[in-house]
């Protein structure tokens, strides 16, 4: 009897203090079939007992996003202490939060007995990070998802995300994307107490479908232009071909596919762009059926020009040392530079950094005007007369030393060689072609010989060749000083149709020949063996645009652009600097 009486009061005590001010407890269900009690306490960062803080426990493997509900949650009471009577046997996270900070336990196993449990509260940190789809794929449906937490975060459109406000401590992270045949991440991230940390590594979810390439690279030959990019083979059994897209990011951000052909090798080379033009590039691959994958990871270049501006001399107007429209230019030993004013019959004179020194008239018939120039070994100018029918040797002062005069010759442009030979371009109005004149230094004929094509614009005698443009100028001749034909440059590049019209031809120390082409506003670069090297100019009235680019001159390493304008805008001698 006193054992009984004895139960009775236990199980009263029992009940007594059940109901008193302790820990608060809140769990589903009253069938204990497979459940556990947890009890445990939450400690202060000092060791103090944490009071009313808030203790849950989440599925280890629950998707916030699907469900960021707690199976259980409790509060603690004075002493720290909570408890719960009864909870399903498996494995939870527990989050705690309190007035002091937050904690975090993963992986607690509740097997089906009781379970005792302690946890300290410290200063919540934020993990930042970066992830992407490969290839760089729309990264604004990925998410990072922290299982068995109601936390989840979403990347923006550059693939940050951020997971703010979180107890210390690593979790178990699903990283997945919404778009199809891309395969999810698990990982590990890691928050520390009081940090605000951004993760070092990229997380990169995997295509699942056609091959994405891979380490794809870009290199730029800024002198020719050319954008070269390379990347790995992908699988032969499943990939057949691959296509080149390219965006410009100064006037369209469209990406075309820029290869006519498929590409079977893993290389692709473009020409194709526009100096000081940003670009992006990436590759696709194609597979058996035809079918495109995803674009690659993007590479950019910015199309910096070699040949840099430095600055313009030369002011448009009519008073003395004014230009109206100049149209040849060279420059002496000195490094002056000596231009041809057509419109106004003066030759003047700068110094290599522009500044005017002196001009002086030149007297040519009427209805003729002075248009091509060059200088000999001893300082003496030679001039052309455009369309006229005579050339005029002068010294620097301007008085006429020779002259010569041909009335069967419609005058082009002139050019004297290192021993002192003169040799005139010019067209014969009675077999409407072009013809090449060589003179001896007293204006003795020694030499001519024909060229099938009418209009001689340019010429240019220099170390034993003599280099003749006619317009259209599709090609530019090569001769001996005798007349033989030594090959040709094409001017007129795969993919032209405009018409060319080389004003004037040019060689620097390389032996790589420039080339003036007013009617496209470029200066033509080809180098010592023919080839075409590059192109650059704009067209417009910028600083360093062109009008009508006409005449070139070479010196200390810049060259020398002389602009007739356009509509009498940007009338001026623009100068360069040569890489």
Not at 290 to 313: D, H, L, Q, W
Not at 514 to 540: E, M, P, Q
């Amino acid at each position: 009897m006193k054992k009984y009486l004895l139960a009775i009061a236990a199980i009263a005590a029992a009940v007594f203090f059940t109901c008193s001010d302790g820990p608060t407890d809140v769990a589903g269900g009253t069938d204990d079939h497979g459940n556990a009690f947890v009890e445990g306490r939450i400690y202060n960062p000092g060791g103090s007992p944490a009071a009313n803080a808030t203790v849950a426990f989440y599925p280890a493997n629950q998707n916030p996003r699907t469900s960021a509900t707690a199976t259980v949650t409790a509060t603690t009471d004075a002493n720290g202490r909570y408890s719960i009577v009864t909870i399903a046997a498996k494995t939870y996270n527990l989050l705690c939060e309190g007035d002091s900070g937050k904690a975090f336990r993963d992986s607690i196993i509740v097997a089906d007995d009781s379970l005792n449990l302690s946890d300290t509260l410290h200063a919540p940190g934020t993990l930042r990070g970066h992830a992407m789809l490969e290839g760089g794929v729309d990264s604004g449906y990925i998410f990072v998802i922290l299982l068995g937490t109601n936390t989840y975060a979403t990347t923006d459109s550059h693939g940050l995300f951020s997971l703010e406000n979180l107890a210390p401590g690593s979790y178990q992270a699903l990283v997945l994307t919404t778009v199809p045949e891309f395969a999810s991440v698990e990982t590990t991230l890691t928050v520390h107490a009081a940090q605000d940390e951004m993760m070092a590594d990229t997380i990169v979810l995997e295509s699942t479908g056609i091959p994405i390439p891979k380490n794809v690279s870009l290199s730029f030959d800024s002198l020719r232009k050319i954008v070269t990019l390379r990347w790995s083979k992908c699988d032969s059994t499943i990939v057949t071909s691959y296509h080149v897209y390219r965006s410009n990011s100064d006037s369209n951000t469209v990406a075309v596919k820029i290869n006519e052909q498929p590409i079977t090798d893993t290389m692709y080379m473009d020409s194709s762009g526009v100096w000081s033009n940003t670009y992006t590039y990436w590759v696709t691959a194609v597979d058996l059926h035809m079918s495109e994958g995803v674009k690659s990871t993007p590479r950019s270049v910015t199309m910096a020009c070699p040949y840099v501006f430095i600055n313009n001399f030369g002011q448009s107007g009519t008073a003395e040392g004014q230009l109206s429209g100049p149209s040849d230019i060279v420059s002496d030993a000195a490094g002056n530079f000596w231009v041809v004013d057509g419109l106004r019959s003066k030759i003047m004179k700068f110094n290599s950094n522009g500044t005017f020194i002196r001009e002086c008239s030149v007297e040519f018939p009427a209805q003729q005007h002075p248009f091509g120039i060059d200088i000999d070994n001893s300082g003496y100018l030679y001039i052309s007369a455009w369309r006229g029918h005579r050339i005029q040797k002068l010294d620097t002062l301007g008085n006429l030393i020779m002259q010569i005069d041909r009335n069967d010759l419609m005058v082009g442009d002139v050019s004297v060689d290192e021993d002192g030979y003169i040799y005139v371009l010019g067209d014969l109005p009675d077999s409407g072609y072009s013809t090449i004149i060589k003179y001896s230094a007293d204006t003795t004929q020694t030499l001519s010989w024909s060229r099938n094509v009418a209009f001689g614009y340019a010429i240019l005698a220099q170390n034993g060749r003599v280099y003749s443009a006619t317009y259209p100028s599709i090609r530019i001749d090569i001769f001996s000083t005798m007349g033989d034909s030594l090959g040709r440059i094409s001017v007129m590049q795969p993919g032209e149709t405009d018409f060319i019209d080389v004003r004037d031809i040019e060689l620097d120390d390389n032996g790589n020949l420039y080339a003036s082409d007013c009617t496209n506003r470029l200066i033509r670069v080809f180098g010592s063996d023919l080839s075409f090297i590059t192109s650059f100019g704009v067209k417009g009235t910028g600083v360093s645009e062109f009008g009508f680019n006409q005449g070139l001159a070479i010196s200390s390493g810049r060259l020398a652009v002389a602009d007739a304008g356009q509509n009498g805008q940007n009338i001026c001698i623009h100068l360069f600097r040569l890489p």
